[in-house]
């Protein structure tokens, strides 16, 4: 059985939209409540929680000497021209970074053992300044933890009811700003993650669903309620991440394993590269940045995470006229509440959304299905005063809102690839999000791709994503030294450990894949070589291979006789994934809905296109473009030009003319 439920966003509470959505859900479906088996839960509560700053009252307890390395930074410049360059303020005030007199050097040498009185001492200033949580950070506490756990305990004691997050076991890992920077973000945002899990959990029973709750973490995996509520900040890209996880389903469905995923909803654009069905994984991200799309101007967060890159904008950005004269798009967004202006709730900003209904790629009388009667007209106005400011007319205005939008997105989804060292041109697009169909067309034209994928309920096609994933366990820990002088014993027993704790939470069936950060000599920073789910009898030659081997793939050759230094071993262990099974469920009913007037970008012109009911077309059918395909949560366009077909599982196919 198949039933799809979407809500609007309630930004003064979250889990309300969701309750609401489950409620709806379940009346639609005819499910009883004890009938649920599963409920899986992603959320974007952490991201938005450190870019507004609406997290706790944090401090962060640390070695002498190192309270300021928040502020310091790596001491990266986004912009090495900007003299009054800005950064964003660290999520602890300088007043509430609190020193403590220990040092462990990095092979392990006690210099300074922990003065208890100082700890002691910090948890009555604590308790005096209402702290609600704490970051725990000491000196090279990734290898050598035993200062930081004894002053976890004598803090435990004298403040019981204070969340600790320790950056031993949130992050052991090189990098001493960036580990900070993870476990002061972790304990912002504990309470907050810890009280909307709990309400979540306690609404979801109030309903009578007795499942087990699983949430969504950034690396695709799934985690139990507990370790969301120690760790939130693996869940800082939850909700993206599954728009990729049901990229790469509906890909592979269609023959196609290696895709770019392209998820457009209401606030961003996002796009992810996916080969042999798994999306590339990145071992740092950040959020909160100053400027958008500048790296190094946000909080860096040392965790696991598909490797995203938020290319763009989304339905509820706001168009506005640069010094220039000329279109941009973003970042303000009108969000859930004005909305766009053709919502009717209030906004009068031009958005994108008010430019694809000028543009006629949406039905204002069919917008999630007819729930929301779209308002032409505000539309209109909206785009129109946008028009005058550019001395164009209406439609042209919403044509350059579109096309600004398409081009920004393009183009940075041509760089993520090449960084990367992909050619993008190999790819399919497959469009997910409310407004993903409706730029995909533009989108794929640009960057040269032979091949788009729009998968059913693409609005919705996070929330299927998630019922694709598998519970999974993540462990790091750096282990740096010369590849000649690696102690293999300590490895073997350290991932040894590792695999027994994922197998123990996971079961013995798990899969277990093995990586580990490696550089050459003199390097600043590692890549993230794949060596499978064992280390072989000669470790140190697998090593060289796979190392060896990507490093040429990304950089086209290798420095002759310079030594490989190993930086930090990593563990993923995943469970089984679930079986989704697709079947095309069309209703014996006329496809072809009519026409309407479209703007086609290849004659810069309205052309007279085919509008299709998505739920009444079958496998086999075809459709020539210019054409919009509609269903209740977004409208694919198809160009002029594109030729789709929808295949077995009701996966629109489009090639490319």
């Keep these: 059985m198949k039933a799809i439920a979407k809500t ?62 928040l502020a310091m930074r790596r001491e990266h410049r986004y912009d090495l021209y900007d003299l009054q360059i800005e950064l964003p303020e660290p999520l602890v005030p300088r007043r509430r970074r609190w020193e403590v007199r220990e040092r462990v050097l990095a092979d392990g040498t006690v210099d300074t053992p922990l003065a208890a009185e100082d700890v002691r001492r910090i948890a009555k200033l604590a308790r005096r300044e209402k702290v609600e949580s704490i970051a725990l950070v000491f000196l090279h506490a990734y290898r050598f933890p035993d200062h930081e756990r004894k002053a976890e305990a004598i803090l435990r004691r004298e403040l019981p009811d204070v969340p600790i997050t320790t950056s031993s076991e949130l992050v052991p890992e090189l990098g001493e700003y960036v580990r900070t920077s993870t476990t002061v973000a972790n304990a912002y945002v504990r309470p907050l993650v810890d009280t909307y899990l709990d309400r979540l959990a306690t609404d979801v029973r109030g309903l009578g669903v007795v499942a087990p709750i699983w949430l969504m973490l950034s690396t695709g995996g799934l985690a139990s309620v507990e370790t969301g509520r120690r760790f939130p900040v693996r869940l800082c890209e939850s909700g993206p991440a599954a728009g990729v996880l049901a990229a790469g389903f509906f890909g592979a469905a269609a023959g196609e394993p290696d895709v770019l995923a392209f998820d457009m909803g209401g606030t961003t654009a996002k796009a992810c590269l996916i080969e042999k069905g798994a999306p590339l994984l990145a071992r740092e991200h950040e959020v909160a940045r100053v400027h958008r799309f500048a790296r190094e101007s946000g909080l860096p967060l040392r965790v696991p995470v598909i490797d995203l890159i938020e290319i763009g904008a989304g339905g509820g950005s706001i168009a506005h006229v640069d010094q220039f004269g000329l279109p941009r798009v973003g970042p303000q967004s009108a969000a859930a509440a004005p909305g766009p202006a053709c919502y009717g709730f209030g906004g009068t900003d031009p958005t994108v959304t008010d430019a694809d209904l000028v543009l006629g790629y949406l039905d204002p009388h069919y917008f999630l299905g007819g729930e929301l009667a779209l308002d032409v007209e505000a539309a209109n106005t909206a785009v129109a005063r946008l028009g005058a400011a550019m001395k164009l007319g209406r439609e042209a205005a919403a044509a350059a809102i579109h096309d600004v939008v398409d081009e920004n997105m393009a183009a940075a989804a041509r760089i993520h690839s090449i960084e990367r060292g992909r050619d993008i041109r190999q790819f399919t697009l497959v469009a997910t999000g409310g407004a993903g169909p409706v730029h995909a067309w533009g989108v794929a034209r640009r960057l040269g791709l032979r091949r788009i994928a729009y998968p059913p309920s693409a609005g919705v096609a996070s929330a299927l994503g998630m019922l694709t994933a598998a519970p999974s366990f993540e462990y790091a820990r750096s282990m740096p030294a010369a590849l000649d002088a690696v102690a293999w014993d300590d490895v073997k027993r350290t991932l040894e450990s590792a695999v027994r704790e994922g197998h123990k939470q996971l079961g013995k069936t798990a899969v277990v894949d093995i990586s580990v950060d490696a550089r050459y000599r003199g390097q600043g920073e590692g890549i993230t070589v794949k060596l499978g789910p064992r280390l072989g009898a000669r470790p140190a030659r697998q090593l060289t291979d796979a190392f060896e081997s990507d490093y040429v793939r990304l950089y086209g050759r290798r420095p002759p006789e310079v030594a490989i230094e190993i930086l930090t071993w990593r563990l993923r262990v995943t469970g089984a994934k679930p079986s989704v099974q697709l079947k095309s469920a069309a209703t014996q009913a006329p496809a072809l809905k009519g026409r309407r007037r479209i703007w086609s970008s290849e004659r810069k012109s309205f052309v007279d296109a085919r509008v299709w009911d998505r739920y009444r ?13 509609e269903e209740r949560e977004s409208s694919a366009v198809i160009g002029l030009g594109g030729r789709g077909r929808i295949d077995a599982r009701g996966i629109l196919v489009v090639d490319l003319g």
């Design 8 to 69: 609007l966003t309630t930004p003064h509470d979250p889990s309300v939209g969701v309750i609401r959505g489950l409620e709806e859900l379940l009346a639609k479906s005819s499910v009883a409540p004890a009938g649920v088996n599963e409920l899986v839960h992603g959320t974007t509560l952490v991201a938005n929680a450190l870019i507004e700053r609406k997290g706790s009252s944090t401090a962060l307890v640390t070695t002498q000497g190192f309270r300021d390395s």
């Design 617 to 629: 077309l079958e496998p086999g059918d075809v459709i020539a473009g210019p054409a919009v395909v």
